[in-house]
């Protein structure tokens, strides 16, 4: 596989550690990466996001082989491992870090998202609003190596996913 044959998709969907695991294994993905990403501040640690005043969600980044796997087919995986109608909330973890987003690279990506969101939407498969955000990519800042790949490195598996 190609380097210049790669797309990457971004995801924020609570806690990265599960969000990481849900997508590593499937085909088509050739690497994932956690971090941050949509804040204010330069080169974020975890310490900071915590406070949940820097304005970061913690995401997970996929590069994938589009060939392989379609950003739509990432898409619904995304819509499927989480509650995308509670605000700044997933499961027992509260903070603006763990909102529902996903940050576009670029047009397609974008029309992708929205058509998703709103085929969603008119499903009435929530009776709540789904308040996940779609907006632009900005800075992926990595977060700290020990956050990589957390649940695999210690056999937990899944988690709740």
């Known amino acids: ?6 797309e990457i998709a971004t995801f924020g969907a609570g806690c990265f ?5 849900a997508f590593r294994m499937l085909p088509g993905v050739i690497e994932t990466a ?3 990403m949509g804040g204010h ?8 996001v915590c406070t949940d005043k820097t304005g970061y969600a913690e995401v997970m980044q996929i590069t994938y082989d589009p060939i392989e796997i379609s950003y739509e087919e990432l898409l619904a995986k995304f819509w499927k491992i989480h509650d995308p109608t509670t605000p700044n909330r997933q499961g027992p973890d509260v903070g603006s870090q763990y909102r ?4 576009f690279h670029g047009p397609g990506q974008e029309r992708l998202a929205r058509a998703s969101k709103e085929k969603l939407e008119q499903s009435g ?13 900005g800075e992926f800042y990595r977060a700290e190596e020990y956050h990589q790949k957390y649940l695999m490195k210690r056999g937990i598996g899944s988690c709740h996913i």
Request: no cysteine.
């Open 1 to 6: 596989m190609e380097k210049d044959k790669t």
């Open 17 to 21: 550690w599960g969000v990481e695991e």
């Open 34 to 36: 956690v971090g941050y």
């Open 41 to 48: 501040s330069d080169n974020p640690t975890y310490e900071d």
């Open 100 to 103: 529902s987003v996903i940050f």
């Open 125 to 137: 498969a929530y009776r709540r609003p789904i308040v996940t955000e779609i907006v632009a990519a």
